[in-house]
């Protein structure tokens, strides 16, 4: 586990294009960015069904609501600053509160995208997209579960808004794994502490676990790859069964995955949590390996917190 | 339901659509009077004449399909819509109240009849665009229609659409641009001059047909104009008069998004006749 490496826009675009051979109401819509989100896999397979938007982030969300009225499946992709950021109102108003079945697939999240620096760097994305009625959001961790992920959403009905990321991470799970939206994942069963972490912070958690349970420190790892509706129960029994609760998002602390768990823990059982993540900063250029640990979100940061207060 | 094709039945439709904006303001005591009259007598003629659609099958997969991308004017969509007996009436006095289907901006989940839910302007053509290419991938003979204010083309996304329609080609799309001249601020050419507006159009592909209207037989040929023109889209251009049909109304853009007293609805009303 954790050797081989993929990130999980290339993910993306590969079950994409065995999604489009199954269901032949899935249609994609890129702006311009369809090498980088590898939405250009379904469109060399499917150009009748790909519509690159130009880029025009605003136009290409509501032209999916269009398509979404008439019962295709639209697939709607950016980068996520642009996806969430510059798109807000288009979402809101026109795939949101009518409850259209578009499935946002925004990739570049967080400070993973590395030297683009900040401008591209989105650390905003769950807060907004969780705020929404209507809306689930799905981060997740790995290539078996993006791949998972995307066939998933296309049978449920209503907006999704998917996370995808540009660095390449280690490959968590094998194929044998069971996967449920709004269901979290527990790995291991240490009582010291419980790591909740999504997207690419779930192998940095898990290469932590495995050094701190060589240091007979016993941690889980808790893979919260839903964001919305939020795994109440799991965040809960771990409350209950373990020492301590820290949680770790490439995104910012304000409204992301710590702020999902905290309001989970203040309504059924307050107690502390240590919330790592970007500390309500915009990034900046750099390696995604450097910046990972230049912002604290990386396995020796979560090996450090967890010790820090051993 | 059939269609109407005489003109003076379409202009009493029309008379009718507009009592029942001026019933649904009043009732509401708030809500978009002027714009809604303005466009009355293109969206007549479309309810009414030109567009297939179901009112007994709203969802109708084969209908034609209309997005109010104005979505403050929704007072002549649930007129339009009540007429053509989508539901009933009677309902019209309900507009913005709570517990009301009829909400202060269409919602597609709430009335029958309603393709797109609309309020945030800009959006309209975009939505409208993928219905078109929509029915262009399923072999569909459907038309589109999308409603834009000539305040509302002000937003950049407006644009970004046009380019859109052109590029695919959407010869079963139909924009129509309300142009009463005013918003809410003022003149559209002091706050931000569309000007000029056909060129515009034309220049982003478009074929594009300037008429009076408030001319039910202008609108009427104009619509049949963009029903055979291939390989590209249309934009029909339609000058009308803010309030139109309200004396006190006519070109004044106070009359935006105010309601009137019990005098001025009796006026209204007396107008109206």
Redesign the interface.
């Given at each position: 586990m954790l050797d081989k490496k993929i990130a999980t826009r290339q993910s993306y675009g590969e079950a994409l294009k065995e999604l489009g051979q199954k269901n032949e109401n899935v249609v994609v819509l890129d702006a311009d960015l369809s090498t980088a989100t590898k939405t250009e896999i379904f469109a060399k397979e499917f150009p009748d069904r790909f519509f690159d938007m130009g880029i025009a982030e605003q136009n290409m969300m509501a032209t999916a609501a269009g398509l979404a009225t008439c019962g295709k499946i639209p697939y709607a992709s950016s980068f996520a600053v642009f996806a969430a950021g510059r798109a807000y109102d288009q979402i809101r108003n026109s795939i949101c509160y009518p409850k259209l079945n578009v499935k946002i697939c925004a990739t570049h999240a967080g400070i993973t995208v590395g030297e683009d620096g900040a401008t591209h760097q989105m650390l905003e994305d769950i807060s907004m997209m969780r705020t929404l009625p209507n809306m689930t959001v799905i981060s997740p961790s790995d290539d078996t579960q993006t791949r998972w992920v995307v066939e998933e959403i296309s049978k449920i009905q209503g907006p999704v808004y998917v996370r995808l990321c540009r660095l390449s991470t280690p490959v968590i799970y094998d194929n044998t794994q069971k996967f449920e939206i709004g269901k979290a994942i527990q790995i291991g069963e240490g009582t010291d502490a419980t790591i909740f972490a999504t997207g690419v912070t779930v192998s940095e958690a898990i290469k932590a676990k495995e050094q701190l349970d060589a240091e007979g420190i016993n941690v889980r790892v808790i893979d919260m790859h839903t964001i919305k509706p939020i795994d109440k129960d799991m965040i809960i029994k771990c409350a209950k069964e373990t020492k301590r609760l820290i949680s770790v998002e490439d995104h910012n602390i304000i409204g992301g995955l710590g702020s999902a768990i905290s309001e989970v823990l203040t309504e059924n059982c307050p107690c502390k949590l240590e919330r790592m993540g970007i500390n309500d900063c915009f990034g900046k250029s750099g390696k995604a390996e450097e910046l990972i640990k230049y912002y604290k979100i990386g396995y020796e940061a979560i090996i450090e917190k967890v010790k820090d207060k051993n | 339901m059939n269609k109407i094709t005489d003109i003076s039945e379409l202009e009493k439709k029309a008379k009718e659509i507009r009592r029942g904006i001026i019933e649904e303001v009043y009732s509401a005591k708030s809500g978009h009077p002027g714009g809604s009259l303005s466009i009355a007598d293109v969206m007549t003629v479309l309810y009414f004449n030109e567009m297939n659609i179901d009112e007994t099958n709203p969802k109708w997969?084969d209908r034609d399909?209309l997005?109010l991308s104005k979505g403050h004017c929704s007072p002549v969509l649930y007129s339009c819509l009540a007429e053509r007996g989508f539901f009933d009436k009677e309902n019209l006095k309900n507009f913005r109240k709570i517990d009301s289907n009829l909400q202060g901006h269409p919602?597609?989940?709430k009335v029958p009849g309603v393709?797109?839910?609309?309020?945030?302007l800009?959006?309209?053509l975009?939505?409208?665009?993928?219905?078109?290419?929509?029915?262009k991938?399923?072999n569909k003979n459907y038309r589109v229609y999308a409603i834009l204010g000539d305040g509302e083309i002000e937003e950049?996304?407006i644009w970004?659409?046009a380019?859109?329609s052109s590029k695919?080609k959407l010869d079963n799309l139909c924009v129509i641009i309300d142009k009463n001249n005013l918003q809410i601020d003022g003149k559209t050419e002091d706050i931000m001059s569309s000007a000029p507006l056909d060129e515009k159009f034309k220049s982003f592909g478009f074929d594009v047909i300037e008429i009076d209207g408030n001319n039910i037989l202008e609108i009427m040929k104009a619509l049949a104009k963009a029903k055979i023109t291939k390989n590209k889209p249309t934009c029909i251009i339609a000058r009308t008069t803010k309030g139109k049909g309200v004396s006190f109304m006519e070109d004044k853009a106070e009359w935006h998004g105010k309601a009137p007293n019990e005098e001025q609805y009796n006026q209204a009303i007396e107008d109206l006749k």
């Open positions: - | 997969e399909r997005v919602d597609m989940n393709d797109m839910t609309s309020g945030s800009g959006q309209g975009s939505v409208a665009n993928g219905m078109a290419i929509a029915g991938l399923d950049g996304q970004e659409a380019m859109a695919y």
